[in-house]
């Protein structure tokens, strides 16, 4: 669906752990404008983290260390209602198929980012292409 470039942002992030909280700053910026978004504060929340652990992968795993960039597009969609983040990388891809869920019976450090995308988010999916990996994370406000 096409969106109103109003209700459209797109950030360049250097791909750094430092520079991640501008992508949840621009994200409650955007949501805080919008009328009548059922629990608001959990909402903004719930999206922020999920944005932050795909672009956290993406600096710990796509990028393993080196220099690259994070390209966010944060759009809102009327019909339907809906909050839309796409995450692009030129980093190493991966295969979603081979990831894990974790075990929440047994205490881990790791693992659990694509876990909590999946559970906090609508809609979460990847495609993986050498030189342009991209992320889609939707998230309904109705």
């Known amino acids: 669906m096409m969106t109103n470039l109003r209700n459209r942002v797109r950030l360049e992030i250097p791909a750094e752990h ?5 992508l949840a700053d621009c994200i ?3 949501l805080e404008r919008v009328p ?3 629990d608001l504060d959990t909402t903004i929340y719930n999206i922020q983290l ?14 393993s260390g080196h220099n690259g960039l994070i390209v966010a597009t944060l759009a809102l969609e009327d019909r339907p209602r809906q909050f839309v983040v796409e995450l692009q990388d030129s980093g190493s891809t991966f ?3 081979d990831s894990v869920e ?3 019976e047994v205490p881990q450090i790791h693992g659990y980012g694509l876990f909590l995308m999946r559970e906090l988010m ?3 999916s990847y495609t993986p292409m050498p030189g342009n990996n991209r ?5 309904r406000l109705d």
């Open 95 to 97: 295969n979603l198929a």
């Open 18 to 22: 430092s520079h991640l909280g501008m």
């Open 50 to 63: 999920a944005a932050h652990e795909c672009c956290a992968n993406m600096v710990d795993h796509a990028y």
């Open 102 to 104: 974790p075990n929440l």
């Open 122 to 124: 609508d809609e979460v």
């Open 36 to 38: 009548d978004i059922p």
């Open 135 to 139: 992320w889609r994370l939707v998230k």
């Open 28 to 30: 409650r910026a955007m």
